[in-house]
Antibody, heavy 114, light 107 residues
Framework: QAQLVESGGGVVRPGGSLRLSCAVS????????LHWIRQAPGKGLEWMAF????????HYADSLKGRITISRDNSRDTLFLQMNSLRVDDTAVYYC???????WGQGTLVTVSS | AIQLTQSPSSLSASVGDRVTISCRAS??????LNWYQQRPEKPPKLLIY???TLESGVPSRFVGSGSGTDFTLTISSLQPEDFATYYC?????????FGPGTKLEMK
């Protein structure tokens, strides 16, 4: 089954930008639609975005549209999430997940703080 | 966008109990309703998909049901490893969303 490893998290100042990566192994990335989901500390899960297998279709949560961009590079088996204008309430663990079969990564923590 | 609510938000129960968690959608959705289990500091684990289909390896004490706007997850006989937080998620149409979660605690 697919193995997913997120990276790129860390501490960023409010107003800053960050690009997260999700490396997929053991399978060919081009066989999967992919999601980003996040979870603020002590809070529930928030679905963020989806990208189709070939990257031709993207969907976003209404609350995040315009601030985030999901993309992928199938040749590198990597998924990306570009986040701009970061706010304190964007602090969360960010997970990538395959569409079907469902597999999740372990997550990467993003902390937005001055 | 479709909103999901869950009840109860928390639940205290004992090993061997039967528990039911409800998930209600703001509008009728297809059978594309999933249930996840999350233990502390771990990513969510898919338990049930398409309302009632058990993910491979998930014990049969987990049962999903429902239709329209009302869905339930029933655990027939709680085991110690079942104390966790449970989320429903719809995949009816984009944007997807999760319910707020139900925390199942040991009494």
């Amino acid at each position: 089954q697919a193995q997913l490893v997120e990276s790129g998290g860390g501490v960023v100042r409010p107003g800053g930008s960050l690009r997260l990566s999700c490396a997929v192994s053991r399978v060919s990335l081009s066989n999967y639609g992919l999601h980003w989901i996040r979870q603020a500390p002590g809070k529930g899960l928030e679905w963020m975005a989806f990208i189709s297998k070939d990257g031709s279709t993207e969907h976003y949560a209404d609350s995040l549209k315009g601030r985030i961009t999901i993309s992928r590079d199938n040749s590198r088996d990597t998924l990306f999430l570009q986040m701009n204008s970061l706010r304190v309430d964007d602090t969360a663990v960010y997970y990538c997940a395959t569409d079907w079969p469902v597999n999740w990564g372990q997550g990467t923590l993003v902390t937005v703080s001055s | 966008a479709i909103q999901l609510t869950q009840s109860p938000s928390s639940l205290s129960a004992s090993v061997g109990d039967r528990v039911t968690i409800s998930c209600r959608a703001s509008q009728a959705i297809s059978s594309c309703l999933n249930w996840y289990q999350q233990r502390p500091e771990k990513p969510p684990k898919l338990l049930i998909y398409h309302t009632s289909t058990l993910e491979s390896g998930v014990p049969s004490r987990f049962v999903g049901s429902g239709s329209g706007t009302d869905f339930t997850l029933t655990i027939s006989s709680l085991q110690p490893e079942d104390f966790a937080t449970y989320y429903c998620q719809h995949c009816n149409s984009y944007p997807y969303s999760f319910g707020p979660g139900t925390k199942l605690e040991m009494k």
